[in-house]
């Protein structure tokens, strides 16, 4: 242990290289040591395939890549199974190693002043009044904080594969390796028990089947989804604003004001019913219920401990007032006895009796308790009866709006302020003020998410049965003329009697729970693809229609490139709806689609047509005297350079964010954002500081040549991208040959089905498989496919300078370009060709594959030439991400290899070409195997072969997908 | 950062004098920078006075004294009140440094291989080796730790004084100090916000009114030590036990059975009706109840854990059995739907849908579970209903006994471990089977303690009744004969129609309760002021009378001299009956009082006289082929000196332990020993290896003339302490006059009565406020009394050199003297000088203060030179006790000083002599002054300023009281 203490100093100067490898190799030491002790002959398979893996990797010689194939290629179809699932594990347990690695880089910072990275909210301030930015006193910084709200949605990602439990397997490495770190001091024994609980946990994740055999429910995404508030962000999130107030006091700034709270959280497990019939009424309304019952827990134990807390005596005149109040009250009403006894019943673990007049914090704490035990009842009957929760919250003594409950502790807040206690005021109090004031009654405010398509069906089935004629043959026009007409009229439209098709009756069912909900549980109504403006006015309609007392404000989702372009002017056409634009008071949401657009125009016009839009939508806003905050969808799997998420929204054009940030954290990014509460720490400080900057340190306005060219670079790679994927009649065959495509299909991820209506052309297919196939053979394409091309003619047209000065100049061109050249930082097109020549015949996409891989390189080269870097992700400050990557591909590549000879297989068995007699005859030696393969018994007449077969793709797919996530 | 890391390492080496002192410092300052927020004035009086009372401290010349008392006099009565709750305050700071510096020692020794100090299990592993008291494998450890249970028994302290939230308060505190210890790499805004944190409590502390009003129940008392057991003890035990296995496997011994546990826990609380009328039957009912309770809740989260990390799907063949026929059975049982519903409504937090068959081992585990809540519901039923809580357990699907919750597991722990994954069996799954064996269901088994008297009561109303004449007027040999045939017959005695007086009633319902309790939530029948064999015969026949399916062990517990000589004959009497002698087939327990002993022949004669019962008992026991097994009730307030448990159970004589060892563990000392996860583990640490030491490496055998000397010591000892305090018609006076005995009875400590049956004499006194009274006066007599004189005489006949073999080769005798040394040393017969002084007339006691002083300084000078000890405490290795102990007069010293003064008041106004005027025109200035006075207001009538007196003595009790206690 000598040794551990001494390298530590030295640790920090020459950056954390050797470092990763210390817990890699402890990790893959203990994995090898687990594995042998379970079965020794595959253990030195899978060394044998790390070796020859390692070899190729760092020599890239074709040779060894053949050797490498060959040892592969003659394993049996269940040592495929076995080494696919071994190398998935060590990959993943290398990827734990990079998060402790860079969560205790992170943590290094923090202590020593090491002058690069990330910047977390202090040294903001200190750079925003360094750069004058703002005044030296920070009042600037104060004035934004006041008015920064941002509201971190989280959603359920379609590829979220990892079962619940291995994900607890991995936390609980994490913190293993963590407290090896941290631990300085611990004897030998303690050591060889966390080594012992390393090797447990490292153990039950091998020996756990690493595929979930049946689809989540949403309730139980969201249930996942809880479990982060419950276990880190509730306590984190007040650890964060606490650390605010300390930024700005250091800056001689006063604390925020106690009612506001830069951070809200928002939520779609449960509510976004786009393409996904999981999601019903009655389960909007269980994941309500459920987010409000985690609510009162929270906050019950938060109470229970101020019980303790606040055992002072000293009370200011209101404060006494109340309880003299309450005294007089109970004295003829229940008796103490009965109260006592009450409480027992419900077994509270302190404070049977009533508390003493002499304990007046007490006093009103004990009432907040009750009440919340009250609400937690109410709720569990709201669970187990379907009628309005909201009736019947109010007609329990249930909590409903946060006033109720704010209005007594901030009575004690006072108090202790007024008698003198305020360090005590400002203790756990105002940080459960705060918490209330951050998460509400209701945990999450739960967004409503449905396609336009399916309101207008629900109008077009009212107006034909009122005999209004049909809704959706009617012009634009009519449909917002009826459509203002309704709003301001106060006579009913819904018919009673009317009987609807199934799926506008569960539209209309929806609309009648979001009536029957509290507000505070629900945010905003979100419509994806949303075109015109009578698609908002409708959805507004339908609530007034239904009795929603205060309705949800409508969130337009523009993903097609077309709705995108119209945008502007279904803005403009709403706001001129004098009603509308009264309605809203002055602020509106909208959301650009990220994951679709990608699609159909290619990357870099996608990114470039939502700039676009953002401007053109923000100014017409601005015409009406709209603030107008933009929602944005991140996409799960598109990169951050070193901290990208800073850059990104650093790369939102001035002016379009104004301290209002509304931003979705999907699947597996809510796991790295909030694993711990580091973690989670870290994830609130750069949204801050990154929003904060944003509005103080707006970034430049780019110069109308260098829209031009942008204008210019995105017809053109639009063309390009086009070009190759819509009309080159080689592609598609290409497509799903060299890719696992087809396959993606059958494996079942996520609670959302994969194909819209089904037919087999690429329009049809959803974006995230798409993105998925390429990313398995790491090439790529969608997001490079055309950049080359564009880049090409602009310095053929003598452009290159303007480009350079646009990447050092502009941020959204720097990011978009870096992000590019991280993706191909990962990606190999060797990998690629290999695909291509396992998996196609040459004649028919032979000379397209040879094609794509030079368009590639050309990409890679204009790339750094404009960029102006050596090569991919050679710069001084990302050297290590670079490393990082190359750590992983030993792992990888094996993967590939196994999942190319399976694919074969399995499309060979599927033309019914006679392979060899092996396949009918599979029989596996060891008999769990067995079993294990029926686990995968969707239909238990196929052979054990194709099982087989077919459960090493599906993981061989899951270990590359999470070989090629990054991390920050 | 520099300064503090650089200075860690040296920490190490010069002992922790400087150390502490930065603690204090910090806690110190922080406490006058809160003091000054509230009353600058206030503040500087402090430091005037505890710069007086340090310049005194450190000088000891009389006219600082003066000084300091002259400064103290002439504050106002409530400024008396508000000095004397900030030292108050402050020592408590003080005490929690030195907890945290302790800790912190105990820390670096476990990592640091420093040689000296306590000894932790692995190395008293190392030595029993080295030193040849086991084989070098280590098999007598392992066979002796196989057959090793020490079961702690809490119970509440009568000076448990501390409120709860002061507890929790001094928590915090302690964990603050200790994150600034071992965080060393913090940023300077963790810091300052730890540093608020502190300033905080600290405030909190200051600013809640010490004094606890009202009587906590015993329900209250449970509930605290309930909670211990939830935050700190469950999983405490569970990580020292996988210790013990470590340490084991580091000898090359396997790790202990699964079944055994070698700790267990007891409880008193809401069992011990020993002269406690508010310890009823349905109190008793109520406590283990709530218990049951709370390990259910304990093992239902386990279980819930469990269910994440039990995810693997291979099992051995029993556990497919299992899972088929759970299949089988649903099938055509409630369909899936329902279950789902159930447990939605259950609120279960996973894991609503009925787990699949390939996930075995949830299977098993959602059965445990679903059972663990029907547990719950069963027992929150039985809490608010009164009939049998064992029928209505059994009328449930409840666990009852730890079989049927085991069983399930052992079977999960078997398939683990046969299909390979020791490693995940031996992780959190054995964790919880050990806990099972550790807590059982009941989570600690509760005694139930009565007086012998009582019994004798009811038998006697009994026979009375049915006319056999009247029990208690027969002869000893006519009870036993009687009992031991009613024991035999198989006809009932208790008659149905009988009325008995209150106190009968009482009785035979706690019989009744026993009866209807789950066995496992039960411990042993504890007889307080046991005489006789009849005592106990007469417990185990009201057990068979009342149903009691298997009866308590019945424990006498001989506490009167003339008892514990008698207990041998007892005994003898007792297994000489066959029936008992088979009914207890080779095991009894008998405990030896000693909180009274020490009250009528002092600390000498006291600690011999059992020691010798102990002998003779063990050989009766061993005569009849009876393992006993002794009780340890341990007074909270005799010191170990520097880790003294150790010592205190090496003191006990050879063969009277052979691993089972039940002791118990009061009031304050839980806080102590459980306060968090490090203490609680060096807790069980020290238990198990002083036990394991006893086994293996038993204490000598006492030679015949040391133990003639000691028969001789505690005769003159005791016949002096007699002599003094029975016979000298001046002590009575003198004990009244300069001690504050009877203030004493005026505060409200602990839920039990002081006086047993009211006369004035000493006889009647109990011996808490006995020792407690001189205790306050700094002179505690009841510890030194009489040893003096006993070993002048020994001296004088030269034996001098036999005491200084005996201290040197006897356990017994060295312990017995060093505590007595260590109780001198925090001594200072110069304030009970100041006592007498003031509040005693010279004429009447005079002679006797100066006498008894000089007995002291005789018995300490005598003491050295047996000890051969330059001075108290002054040995290699304690030095720092007499530091910490120095450290603290400052602060003890001016709360004497007060307590006089106000004592005086106090008996002033009681005599009714006319103190000059501002007795009655005492009007404090400040407006909440005057409603923390009327808190105290037993009665109204009665001034405030009396009660400002009242409350100062009170504080200056408690706060003397904390400082004379010490830690490890």
Redesign the interface.
Known sequence: ?GDSTVDFMEISRLGSKKFLRKDETLLRSIFYQ?LR??NVKLANKAEVVFALSQAWCSSKDPEEFDELEKYLGNLTPEEHLMVASIFSNMLNLHNLSEDVQSSQQE??E??GEVSRGTRST?ETFARLIKEGKSDPEGNAIYKALCEQKITLVITAHPTQAL????L??NAAIRKILTDLHNN??????EK??LL??L???I??AF???ELS??KPLP?DEM?HGL?YFQETIFKGAAKYL??LD??LQ?IGQPPLPLDHSVISFGSWMGGDRDGNPFVTAECTR?VVILAR?AACDLYFQEVEKLM???????CNEKLAEYCDKKVADASHTLNEEHLA?ER??R?Y??F?RPV?R?QPYRMVLEDIRDRLHDTRDAL?TC??TNDSVLDYLKSRNAYITEEEILEPLLMLHKSLCD???T??A??RLKDLIRQINTFGLGLIRLDIRQEAERHADTMNEITNFLGLGSYKEWSEDKKIEFLLSELESKRPLLPRTATYSEEVRECLSTFKIIAEMPRSSLGNYVISMATSASDVLSVLLLQKEANVESLLHVVPLFERLGDLSEAPNTLRKLCSCKWFLNHIDGRQECMLGYSDSGKDAGRLAAAYALYRAQVDLTEVANEFGVSLTFFHGRGGTVGRGGGPLHLAIRSQPAGTINGKLRITVQGEIIEQSFADENVCFRTLDLYTSATLEHSLDAPPVPKQEWKDLMEELSRVSCDKFRQVVYKDPRFIRYFKTATPETEIGRMNIGSRPTKRKANAGIESLRAIPWVFAWTQTRFGLPVWLGIGTALQEMVKEGKLDMLREMYKEWPFFQVTIDLVEMVLAKLDPAIAEYYEKRLTNPEEVGALGKELRAMFEETKSLLLQVAGHEGLLVTSKTSTLQEKISLRAPYITPLNILQVINLKNMRDCHEGVEGTHEKKSFQPKSE?MI??LQ?NSTSTSRSLYTAAVEDTVTITMKGIASGMQNTG
Request: a positive charge; hydrophobic letters at 30%; glycine letters at 2%.
């Open positions: 242990m687990m002790s379970h943590l290094a923090r202590i202090d079962r619940r439990s291995l607890k397997k300085v001091k611990m004897n030998k024994f060889s028990e012992d609980a090797h447990c946990n153990n039950a020996r756990t089947d055999r049946k309730q249930r479990s606490r650390r300390t930024a250091s269980d019952n303790f807390d606040l055992s002072m005596w000293r006894f027992k019943r077994n673990c302190d049977w003493s002499h569990h669970l187990n008698t003198g206690d360090a005590v400002n203790n769990d079993r294990l686990l």
